[in-house]
T-cell receptor, first 110, second 115 residues
Framework: DAKTTQPTSMDCAEGRAANLPCNHSTISGNEYVYWYRQIHSQGPQYIIHGLKNNETNEMASLIITEDRKSSTLILPHATLRDTAVYYCIVRGGSNYKLTFGKGTLLTVNP | EAQVTQNPRYLITVTGKKLTVTCSQNMNHEYMSWYRQDPGLGLRQIYYSMNVEVTDKGDVPEGYKVSRKEKRNFPLILESPSPNQTSLYFC??????????????FGAGSRLTVL
């Protein structure tokens, strides 16, 4: 699976959009981009995933660049409860295993 | 509610005393997996199972055993726990899909301390 690079930490004001970047320059054609988050030692929680097209669900939006070498997770209206470590993971379709990096600690401030 | 349930959530034990951490899912998922999480090392896969009676080693299988006799259950067994197995453990499951995208659902975690 392709390696990902994320900033170590980010801050966001409550009510603002949080934009979390991820670089995955070695991604291959059949690999998906997944985002999970972990709130203080709880089980990782699935947020969203995508292959080529931008995706949106009730939690977030995922913007993938046309060359697929980077992506951005967008939380449109961050709340204090969105404070968590966010993991960007690239994984091939036939591989069920998730390889977690260090992720980005997002702190939402009042 | 669709979920992965782990027990116990917290356990303090002593070196050498066999223990089992249970994991059960109610989503009829084929794939199940165990991870451990340690400070500075992140989440690492211990064992996984693609279906009943099919298990395989992950990245850090030493000191652990698993079994998959039923589809819903995937217990993690520590035959002779040691202090270096003090960790936060997560069980996860996923349906088997052929579209190329698989979403893992994680349990709430089991915090194990071995003295």
């Amino acid at each position: 699976d392709a390696k990902t690079t994320q900033p170590t930490s980010m801050d966001c004001a409550e009510g603002r959009a949080a934009n979390l970047p991820c670089n995955h320059s070695t991604i291959s054609g059949n690999e998906y981009v997944y985002w999970y988050r972990q709130i203080h030692s709880q089980g990782p929680q699935y947020i969203i995933h995508g292959l080529k097209n931008n995706e949106t669900n009730e939690m977030a939006s995922l913007i993938i660049t046309e060359d697929r070498k980077s992506s951005t997770l967008i939380l449109p209206h961050a709340t204090l409860r969105d404070t968590a470590v966010y993991y960007c993971i690239v994984r091939g379709g036939s591989n069920y295993k998730l390889t977690f990096g260090k992720g980005t600690l997002l702190t939402v401030n009042p | 509610e669709a979920q992965v349930t782990q027990n116990p959530r917290y356990l303090i034990t002593v070196t050498g005393k066999k223990l089992t951490v249970t994991c059960s899912q109610n989503m009829n998922h084929e794939y199940m997996s165990w991870y451990r999480q340690d400070p500075g090392l992140g989440l690492r896969q211990i064992y996984y199972s693609m279906n009943v009676e099919v298990t395989d080693k992950g990245d850090v299988p030493e000191g652990y055993k698993v079994s998959r006799k039923e589809k819903r259950n995937f217990p993690l067994i520590l035959e002779s726990p040691s202090p270096n197995q003090t960790s936060l453990y997560f069980c996860a499951s996923s349906p088997r899909t052929y579209s190329g995208a698989n979403v893992l659902t994680f349990g709430a975690g089991s915090r194990l301390t071995v003295l």
